[in-house]
T-cell receptor
Framework: GAGVSQSPSNKVTEKGKDVELRCDPI?????LYWYRQRLGQGLEFLIY????????KSGLPSDRFSAERTGESVSTLTIQRTQQEDSAVYLC?????????????FGSGTRLTVV | AQKVTQAQTEISVVEKEDVTLDCVYE???????LFWYKQPPSGELVFLIR??????QNEISGRYSWNFQKSTSSFNFTITASQVVDSAVYFC???????????FGAGTTVTVRA
């Protein structure tokens, strides 16, 4: 597509439930990133995909968080047994390669609220 | 370790005033990249500029200008003759050459009043 698409744009869930957040990168972009943005804060890195492999999962905050990617397309971030501290905007970005000479394009994010 | 500090949490100006956003960074690498992003109320992050550590030339793009000073580890951003549409959160970010992750500052909220 023309840009990075994320769905849903908003999600309200009850504490303890599982949620899935979806990211559709720009067609042809091999690198995909997930970031989390808590209210009033900057973005925290979660995970990086190059193709469908994830060479860096170091930012995932706990084993309740996991992500997968199908080929060089859609990625899903799953949060199991959600907690209130998981409430944040989850942003996805893609780039042509996992290098700085290629720009990152961010999606509009999924706003997750755990009640 | 990387660290980006944006000392100003919020700035409020009247239209047509200039506004400068400060960004100070820390890195032990000699090769790194600095970025500025704009986040309007819609939430999407809009790329504004990327500079590498070897290019200290200041840059101007329309009403935007950037001042990169390695000696003070700063990469400041100025909006000249601000407009209401400039109201947004602005993030400074850093990435080391061997890495692909962006380390973001906490952001500065700019409000331009008509």
């Amino acid at each position: 597509g023309a840009g990075v698409s994320q769905s849903p744009s908003n999600k309200v869930t009850e504490k303890g439930k599982d949620v899935e957040l979806r990211c559709d990168p720009i067609s042809g972009h091999t690198a995909l990133y997930w970031y989390r943005q808590r209210l009033g804060q900057g973005l925290e890195f979660l995970i990086y995909f190059q193709g469908n492999s994830a060479p860096d999962k170091s930012g995932l905050p706990s084993d309740r968080f996991s992500a997968e990617r199908t080929g060089e397309s859609v990625s899903t971030l799953t949060i199991q047994r959600t907690q209130q501290e998981d409430s944040a905007v989850y942003l996805c970005a893609s780039s042509l390669r996992g290098q700085h000479s290629y720009g990152y394009t961010f999606g509009s994010g999924t706003r997750l609220t755990v009640v | 370790a990387q660290k980006v500090t944006q000392a100003q949490t919020e700035i409020s100006v009247v239209e047509k005033e200039d506004v400068t956003l400060d960004c100070v960074y820390e890195t032990r690498d000699t090769t790194y990249y600095l970025f500025w992003y704009k986040q309007p109320p819609s939430g999407e992050l809009v790329f504004l500029i990327r500079r590498n550590s070897f290019d200290e030339q200041n840059e101007i793009s329309g009403r935007y200008s950037w001042n990169f000073q390695k000696s003070t580890s700063s990469f400041n951003f100025t909006i000249t003759a601000s407009q209401v549409v400039d109201s947004a959160v602005y993030f400074c970010a850093l990435s080391e050459a061997r890495d692909y992750k962006l380390s973001f500052g906490a952001g500065t909220t700019v409000t331009v009043r008509a």
